[in-house]
Nanobody
């Protein structure tokens, strides 16, 4: 079984930075595609960034500001959030799928963390 636990959320001022972490169980972590999604009340979960064995992908809304990375030795992925905006306020979820393709659809991910709140003040 794969279990994902996010951490690092909190309150940050617009223009500031925050780093989210997602710790994963599982011996096949390095073969999984990992992603960060975010969700605000009344909205569907939105793809923010994803990473497979070779490449990272970003939603246009975060491109140039956020960086996704993975540390396979630690079974952990990160989301470095720079130049944050109030529009980035959301619950951020870590997700995983056992295929080497970064999907932007939440339904394609079968493992999810419980989320961590990020609030950006103006």
């Amino acid at each position: 079984q794969v279990h994902l636990v996010e951490s690092g959320g909190g309150l940050v001022q617009a223009g500031g930075s925050l780093r989210l972490s997602c710790a994963a169980t599982g011996r096949a972590f390095n073969t999984y595609t990992m992603a960060w999604f975010r969700q605000t009340p009344g909205r569907d979960r939105e793809f923010a960034a994803g990473i497979n064995r070779l490449s990272a992908y970003y939603a246009d809304s975060v491109k140039g500001r956020f960086t996704i990375s993975r540390d396979n030795a630690k079974n952990t992925i990160y989301l470095q959030m720079n130049s944050v905006k109030p529009e980035d306020t959301a619950v951020y979820y870590c997700a995983a799928r056992p295929y080497d393709y970064v999907s932007q659809r939440a339904v394609d991910y079968i493992h999810w963390g419980l989320g961590t709140q990020v609030t950006v003040s103006s």
